[in-house]
């Protein structure tokens, strides 16, 4: 109730702009950590949060709530809240856990996709080709979103895609951030159309090897930003 109240309140005085939204201050705020803006041990004032993106302080403390959980933000009762350290075995780890989760989704969406399923898949994979030569990074990174979505329905496998859409939202951050890397998006690309190509093929061993290296890859690219951080 009291969070209820101050939210209505909150409203009521023109605090919360509807154009700034949980989701986007987490982004925001994320992009700023793993970038380096934001460096470890500093302080995320809720007031100065709030200002930036003029909310109220409500949305702030859910944002830092979500980036705690991802591993972006250390919580400290009374004492607020400070950009945490990001530890590369951690982040290894968690880059390992995604790989083989997408391998899966992969080789049972060789196995398991319907023809539709297939043909919107290869589509939308021609398509991004001119996201690359644009060097459209916002509009690639978006698309890069979805293709990897694809594959997770396309398994067929409704547990394993929540297990893989909550690894993926832990690492989004890391996963955007490659895509700064000069060349990535072209690589990305071409990881990407061997993966389609096994799919398109019905080759699950293939595209499951396919998911793994390109994910592989992309923990190699993200650990740049941790290591420079």
């Known amino acids: 109730m009291r969070l209820s109240a101050e939210l209505s309140l909150a409203r009521r005085r023109g605090l919360i702009r509807t154009g700034t939204t949980v989701d986007e201050m987490v982004r925001a705020i994320a992009d700023r950590i793993v970038t380096g803006v934001l460096r470890p041990g500093e302080k995320l004032d809720e007031i100065k949060l709030a200002e930036r993106y003029d909310v109220s302080r409500?949305?702030?403390?859910?944002?830092?709530?979500?980036?705690?959980?991802?591993?972006?933000?250390?919580r400290r009762p009374n004492r607020g809240a400070i950009v945490a350290v990001v530890e590369p075995a951690h982040l290894t780890s968690m880059f390992e856990s995604m790989a083989e989760l997408e391998a899966?989704?992969?080789?049972?969406?060789?196995?398991?996709?319907?023809?539709?399923?297939?043909?919107?898949?290869?589509?939308?994979h021609q398509s991004s080709a001119a996201l690359v030569r644009l060097g459209a990074e916002a509009d690639y990174e978006a698309y890069n979103t979805d293709f990897h979505s694809m594959l997770y329905r396309?398994?067929?496998?409704?547990?394993?895609?929540?297990?893989?859409?909550?690894?993926?939202?832990?690492?989004?951050?890391?996963?955007?951030?490659q895509f700064r890397l000069p060349g990535r998006l072209s690589k990305s690309w071409s990881e990407h159309d061997s993966i389609v190509r096994a799919v398109l093929r019905g080759d699950g061993a293939a595209a499951g090897t396919a998911a793994r290296e390109h994910v592989s890859i992309v923990s190699e690219a993200s650990t740049v930003f941790v290591s420079a951080s």
């Open 58 to 74: 409500t949305p702030v403390r859910e944002a830092l709530r979500q980036l705690s959980a991802m591993g972006l933000v250390d």
């Open 154 to 177: 396309g398994a067929h496998s409704k547990h394993i895609e929540e297990l893989t859409l909550a690894t993926r939202a832990r690492l989004a951050p890391f996963r955007r951030a």
């Open 104 to 124: 899966i989704c992969a080789r049972l969406s060789a196995e398991r996709m319907s023809p539709a399923e297939r043909r919107t898949l290869e589509s939308r």
